[in-house]
C-alpha cells in the first residue's frame, strides 16, 4: 500500500530544514534568491509602472537585485519609472534586504518560541557572521532594536526638515521614511530629481544621511559592542576596534584626497565656498563605504576621484552590516600582517592581541576572490557594453561592493549587461566566501602534511 501523498507545506519545510543543516550558506543564498524573485515579479506588475507600456524584465531584476542587496544602481530615475506602489516595493525590499532574510525568518521564530534553537542559532549566525552560538541570541534582537531605534531616529530628525522646506505632511512623512531606510541600510536610492544633489544646499539633510549611513555601516557586532560599554572602550574587543579605527582612517583619507582632487574642478567643487564644499567632500567620503548617495556628478569627477573611489568601494564597510565590499577589518588585518612581516616579527598583532593566522589566510582569500570578481565582471562587462575602461571599472566595483555609485553603465548597458551587473551585486552582498561555501559540498582535510619549503618571494 502506498504512503498518502504528503502537502506542499511539510514538504517545503523539510527541505528547508534540510539546507539548514547541511549547509546555512546554501540557505542563505536560496532565501536571497527567492526573495529577489518575488519583488522582482512585483515590479513586473503594470501597478508598479508610471507607464505601464515601459515594462522591462531585465529593468525589474535589476532593480529588484539592487534593492534587496542594498546596492542604489539604478537604470531608470526612480521617482518617473515607477510608481507609488512600485517605490514602496523598493523600499520593502530594501528594509528586507538590509535586515537579512535569514535574520528576519530567526528574529520570527524567537518571537513564536521566545527562544532559539540550535539550528535557528546556526542560521543566525550565518546570517550575521557570528558564530559563538551564545550570543547570536543577544546580537539578533540588537539587529532588530538598532534598525527601529536607528530608522525612527533618522526619520524624527528629518520630517521637520523637509516640513520646513515646503512639502504637504503627507509628502515629508514618506520622504523621511523612505530615506531613513534607505541611508542606515545603506540602500543608495533616492526619490528626488537628481538624487543627493536636490539636497546639496541643505546641510542638515546631509548630515543626518552621511550619518545615518556611517552608523549602518560599522556592522551590529560593533554597535552593540558600543552599547554594552560604551564608556569603556578599552573593553571593546579587537573586532570593534579594528572597525571603528580603519574606518575613520579611511574617510579622513577618502576627505583629504577628494578635496585635493575636485578642489580646482569647476564642474564639481571648483566654484563653491569653502563651507559648502567641505560639507559635501566629508559626505562624499562618506558615501563609499557602501552608501551610494551622492551630491556630485561622478562623470563630472577626475579620473583620478575615480580611482580613489574605485579603492574606498572595494574595501567596503564593518563586517555585518549592510556595507558591501571586502570589508575594513580584512584590509586591516593584511596591513597589520604586511607590517609584521616587514618588522621581521612572527606574530601579527593589534591593540595588544594576537591575530590568528586562520583569519589572515581568511583576509588573504576574501580579497583575492572579490579581486577576481572585479576583474571578470569588469571583462565581461567591457564586451558587452564597449564602454571606456574607466566607467566599466567603476561601475562594476560599485555593483560588487554594493555601494550603488554610478558612472552612467548601468543606464547606457543592454539587458545583458544587466543581468552581469545583477549577478556582481548578488555576489557582492552574499560574499565570495559564503558563496564559495554554499556551492561546495563539504570541507575536506588531509591526513598527513607535505615537507615544508620556503619559496622565493619578491
Known sequence: ??????????????????LADSSPARLAM????????????????????????????ATSLFTATSAVTVTGLTTEVTEEHWSDFGVGVIAAGIQVGGLGILTLASVLGMAVSK???????????????????????????????????????????????????????????????????????????????????????????LTVIMVAVFIGSLGFPVILMIAIAWNRPRSWDLHTKLTLTTSAVLVLVGFVLLLFFE?????????ESAGPTALEVLFMAVMPRS??????????????????????????????????????????????AALSEARGMTDVSAF????????????????????AAVITGTLVMLQITRMPL?????????AFATCGLSSGVSVAAPDAGLYVLSGMMFLGRLGTITLAAALSQQSTRRM???????????
Open 115 to 205: 527562544k532559539l534553537g540550535v539550528r535557528q542559532r546556526l542560521i543566525a549566525a550565518q546570517a550575521t557572521n557570528t558564530w559563538k552560538l551564545g550570543q547570536v541570541g543577544t546580537l539578533l534582537r540588537a539587529v532588530i532594536s538598532t534598525i527601529v531605534i536607528a530608522e525612527l531616529v533618522v526619520f524624527t530628525l528629518l520630517l521637520p526638515r523637509f516640513l520646513s522646506r515646503g512639502e504637504s505632511v503627507g509628502d515629508a512623512a514618506w520622504f523621511s521614511v523612505f530615506y531613513s531606510i534607505s541611508a542606515f541600510n545603506n540602500g543608495g536610492f533616492t526619490i528626488h530629481p537628481g538624487g543627493m544633489e536636490h539636497f546639496a544646499d541643505d546641510p542638515w539633510i
Open 448 to 458: 598527513f602534511r607535505y615537507p615544508e619549503e620556503r619559496p622565493i618571494i619578491g
Open 263 to 271: 578642489a580646482s574642478n569647476p564642474r564639481t567643487l571648483g566654484d
Open 390 to 398: 574607466d566607467l566599466v571599472l567603476f561601475e562594476v566595483i560599485s
Open 1 to 18: 500500500m502506498r504512503p498518502p501523498a504528503r502537502s506542499p507545506g511539510p514538504r517545503l519545510r523539510d527541505f528547508v530544514d534540510h
Open 30 to 57: 536560496v532565501s536571497f534568491l527567492a526573495f529577489i524573485g518575488i519583488i522582482t515579479v512585483l515590479l513586473c506588475l503594470p501597478i508598479s509602472h508610471r507607464d505601464p507600456e515601459s515594462w522591462s524584465f
Open 352 to 371: 595588544r592581541r594576537r591575530i590568528e593566522p586562520s583569519s589572515i589566510k581568511l583576509a588573504i582569500s576574501v580579497t583575492l576572490a572579490g579581486g
Open 291 to 336: 552608501g551610494g548617495f551622492a551630491t556630485m556628478s561622478i562623470d563630472d569627477m577626475n579620473q583620478t576621484s575615480h580611482l580613489l573611489l574605485d579603492v574606498l568601494m572595494f574595501i567596503g564597510g564593518g563586517s555585518s552590516s549592510t556595507a558591501g565590499g571586502i570589508k575594513v577589518t580584512t584590509l586591516a588585518v593584511l596591513v597589520l
